[in-house]
């Protein structure tokens, strides 16, 4: 016989031809649309408390919140059910987080940061 010994097989390799493999695209498609859909209910969420925040500058994120930068250093959270957190630094560095439901409540996040009373966050 010249049949050799050992691990012989006739099976064919166990990759899969690149035509059977299922496109990731559509995973990631679903993904997308999900992210975008939060970057939507942020900026109408906004929108309605008369922030203005456009659709594009929102970033949705996979646990349903959705985030923008209306300043350098300021920091708007939309978490459905929620509202809106705003977060900023005070001139002495410190990170601070507020609740926000208006541009009146922004301006007066910021005023009061700019004479940050404490040397704790608030
Ligand atoms: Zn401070």
Redesign the pocket.
Known sequence: MTRATGAVTTAAPTRPRLSLVKPPQLTKTARYRALREHAAQAALYAGAHGIHAPYDDWTGLSDGTATTLLEPDLRLIHTPGHGLTALT????????IRPVHSTADLLAFRHD?EH???????
């Open positions: 630094h005070c001139p002495n560095g410190h990170g601070h940061l940050c009373p404490t040397e704790t966050p608030q």
